[in-house]
């Protein structure tokens, strides 16, 4: 983990002063992604710019990273580059969240002075950009493994006995 990049962030802080935080953090050190990667080398790069548009406190900027993740249908490695756009704004209430322009997404704290871990931001983005199901695109969609299992529930392997009853 970079050494200069604060554990805990005040978002709502931060977008009043106009912060920019770039950074990186091994993929090793992201616990929530882990279950989900086949390798975990590598780093995230990110910058989040903390900043006042209008009325709102919004985080933009961009997460990016070269993941490899498993296929769900013949398990071998996919590489997946993500290049994640972060859009937050950063609300107290459910009420200031449910009125939010449709191209930013909620960080809801409970408080103004609430800090976050940084690295949970970025982690959340890598979290959202993965595929609900990986696997790569010429991959079968499963359906030859249904026929298989199909074929083999058709021969029955009692059928010789069947055959011996009626002797």
Do not use: W
């Amino acid at each position: 983990m970079s050494s200069h990049l604060p554990e805990y962030v005040a978002p709502l802080s931060l977008a009043e002063k106009g912060c920019l935080i770039k950074g990186e953090y091994p993929l090793a050190s992201l616990a929530r992604l882990q279950g989900m990667l086949a390798c975990y080398e590598g780093n995230v790069r990110f910058d989040l710019n903390f900043e006042r548009k209008g009325r709102m406190r919004v985080i933009t900027g961009s997460v990016l990273a070269d993941l490899e993740l498993d296929c769900q249908v013949c398990m071998e490695a996919i590489d997946l580059s993500v290049d994640r756009k972060v859009s937050l704004s950063v609300v107290t209430s459910i009420e200031q969240a449910e009125r939010l322009p449709e191209e930013y997404e909620a960080l809801l704290l409970e408080s103004v002075e609430e800090t976050v871990v940084l690295m949970d931001i970025v982690e959340d983005e890598l979290l959202l950009a993965l595929p609900d199901v990986a696997k790569h695109g010429d991959c079968s969609n499963g359906e030859n493994i249904n026929e298989e299992a199909e074929r083999e529930e058709s021969v029955n392997p009692f059928s010789v006995l069947a055959n011996l009853k009626k002797d």
